[in-house]
């Protein structure tokens, strides 16, 4: 079976893409989970992005699906990628949004010193209260093992050159707003792609929610 997936982004869940279920007009069936150390399935374990797209293999495999479509939300959207480039058989069409591809000791450095539990009950009390509704009890486990994992990353990211070598067919879109990614590092992985495109999105920024849901949904349809 042929299949759409949408993966949601780092300290997310299957619930952050709810909105996103309503895509009309596809052939294929939609599914949408919890991936590997979030939302339901949070159980205060690490996971590398490698974990995560074994993850999602499963996931292909316990539901019978041979071939899939991905929207990917900025985390999710890199796993797709990794999944594109390591197991091409498996995956047809990309869509990714708000994700960064630009990963270098510092940049994860920088990125990972906001991910501090106990920095976030300090200073974004409403943000702690969010990711413990969501995740449990190990919420603040999840944070920890993200800001690792994205340390991790940054030693054996996606390189140009496997960019390069990555055959399906691409949509990298960003956010005009988006402080976590930038349009320059989005050209260039653009630019490495066979067989890539890139959209903008307007009066946005990388929050999911910050983004015109209908607009999205028809981007997503029409790519796919």
């Not at 990963?103 to 976030?120: G, K």
């Not at 960019?163 to 988006?178: F, N, V, Y």
Request: some cysteine.
């Amino acid at each position: 079976m042929k299949a759409v997936l949408l993966l949601h982004g780092a300290l997310g869940s299957a619930s952050q893409l709810n909105h996103l279920k309503n895509i009309t007009g596809l052939d294929q069936p939609l599914f949408t989970f919890d991936m590997k150390g979030h939302g339901m399935r949070c159980d205060g374990n690490s996971f590398s992005i490698e974990d995560l797209a074994d993850d999602v293999l499963n996931y292909m495999n316990d539901n019978k699906i041979t071939q899939a479509d991905i929207f990917g939300y900025s985390m999710g959207g890199y796993v797709a990628l990794h999944l594109a480039l390591n197991h091409p058989s498996k995956i047809n069409k990309v869509f990714t949004l708000g994700t960064k591809l630009n990963w270098t000791p510092e940049i994860a450095t920088q990125e990972a010193v906001m991910l501090n539990p106990d920095r976030m009950l300090e200073k974004i009390p409403h943000y702690a209260a969010m990711l413990k509704s969501i995740h449990g009890n190990f919420w603040k486990e999840l944070v920890l093992h993200t800001a690792e994992m994205m340390k991790r990353l940054a030693f054996k990211p996606i390189s140009a050159e496997e960019m390069k070598s990555i055959h399906q067919s691409i949509r990298l879109a960003i956010a005009d707003g988006d402080s976590m990614v930038t349009q320059e590092e989005t050209i260039t992985a653009f630019r490495n792609l066979q067989n890539g495109s890139m959209l903008v999105i307007p009066s946005a920024k990388h929050p999911l929610d910050s983004v015109d849901l209908k607009r999205l949904t028809f981007e997503i349809q029409s790519f796919l």
